[in-house]
Nanobody, 125 residues
């Protein structure tokens, strides 16, 4: 059974850092494009960062550029999201996702195939 399990969320102060992890089981990360998304209460799910396995290229939402870094450890089959200089507007449920090697788009949640259950990040001012 294919599963994505996120961890690492929590409650922090503005300016703090967190590192989210997403462990995969049932398949290998090299078979998919990988990404992080978030959803705040009352808002649509939005793309945060993606890493394109074929090229190694990473893309970020404008709101997190320079603060967040997506990376992966293939040996551990784990995806990470390092979040620095957190802001209250970063508060959301964060999800990792796996999509096709070609065609997964950060701006299109429908182009992603697999989702984790989410981990909550709360940033207070």
């Amino acid at each position: 059974q294919v599963q994505l399990v996120e961890s690492g969320g929590g409650s922090v102060q503005a300016g703090d850092s967190l590192r989210l992890s997403c462990a995969a089981s049932g398949y290998t990360y090299s078979s998919y494009t990988l990404g992080w998304f978030r959803q705040a209460p009352g808002k649509e799910r939005e793309g945060v960062a993606a890493r394109y396995t074929v090229t190694g290229r990473t893309v970020y939402a404008d709101s997190v550029k320079g603060r967040f870094t997506i990376s992966q450890d293939n040996a551990k089959n784990t995806l990470y999201l390092q979040m620095n200089s957190l802001k209250p507007e970063d508060t959301a449920m964060y999800y990792c996702a796996a999509g096709p090697l070609f065609g997964a788009k950060l701006g299109d949640t429908g182009s992603w195939d697999l989702w984790g259950q989410g981990t909550q990040v709360t940033v207070s001012s």
